[in-house]
T-cell receptor
Framework: RKEVEQDPGPFNVPEGATVAFNCTYSNSASQSFFWYRQDCRKEPKLLMSVYSSGNEDGRFTAQLNRASQYISLLIRDSKLSDSATYLCVVNTNAGKSTFGDGTTLTVKP | DTEVTQTPKHLVMGMTNKKSLKCEQHMGHRAMYWYKQKAKKPPELMFVYSYEKLSINESVPSRFSPECPNSSLLNLHLHALQPEDSALYLC?????????????FGSGTRLTVV
């Protein structure tokens, strides 16, 4: 079993749709959690840190469920510009980062 | 300055060449990283420098040699590479290795080995 697993995708949604990605992790000692966005042939960019209390940034909401060991990313009112690969990253307390394989989102007009 | 700058952006090299990739950040971050990314795969950790000392080497072949001349600079020296080493090489930084509040990645060097 992989340490970090993401929805396989791809997700193809119309503009304006709401889409959710999940990511599960196996190491219960994991301490910090992030979502990155990566556009084709570009570098990953930090989208959001994920906290137990949940956090929201505009149309994006991230949640952490420590009991079930998963994190989620919700995108509301999808825009064409949201099309990208979304990477889940989980860190242990020693700072070791494990990347998920990524989920590809395509938002269509 | 909230950027990580990598040079060159593109590099084509023969299997007998020696080249270097460079990375620079001025955010005061004390951890710097080299990642390798193949198409449609997530980044794969190669090396971690913490406070200018090599902290992690993920069993990378010796044809890749990292160097951290100071807290702002990170190099990756390449020698006798193989075609399968062709990939996007990403440099990243974070505040500290143990206090990682998320990476700032450079735009990468797209390496082709011929």
């Amino acid at each position: 079993r992989k340490e970090v697993e993401q929805d396989p995708g791809p997700f193809n949604v119309p503009e304006g749709a709401t889409v959710a990605f999940n990511c599960t992790y196996s190491n219960s000692a994991s301490q910090s959690f992030f979502w990155y966005r990566q556009d084709c042939r570009k570098e990953p960019k930090l989208l959001m840190s994920v906290y137990s209390s949940g956090n929201e940034d505009g149309r994006f909401t991230a949640q952490l469920n420590r009991a079930s060991q998963y994190i989620s990313l919700l995108i509301r009112d999808s825009k064409l510009s949201d099309s990208a690969t979304y990477l889940c990253v989980v860190n242990t307390n020693a700072g070791k980062s494990t990347f998920g394989d990524g989920t590809t989102l395509t938002v269509k007009p | 300055d909230t950027e990580v700058t990598q040079t060159p952006k593109h590099l084509v090299m023969g299997m007998t060449n020696k080249k270097s990739l460079k990375c620079e950040q001025h955010m005061g971050h004390r951890a710097m990283y080299w990642y390798k990314q193949k198409a449609k795969k997530p980044p794969e950790l190669m090396f971690v420098y913490s406070y200018e000392k090599l902290s992690i080497n993920e069993s990378v072949p010796s044809r890749f040699s990292p160097e951290c001349p100071n807290s702002s600079l990170l190099n990756l020296h390449l020698h006798a590479l193989q075609p399968e080493d062709s990939a996007l090489y990403l440099c990243a930084s974070s505040q500290e290795e143990e206090r990682n509040y998320g990476y700032t990645f450079g735009s990468g060097t797209r390496l082709t080995v011929v």
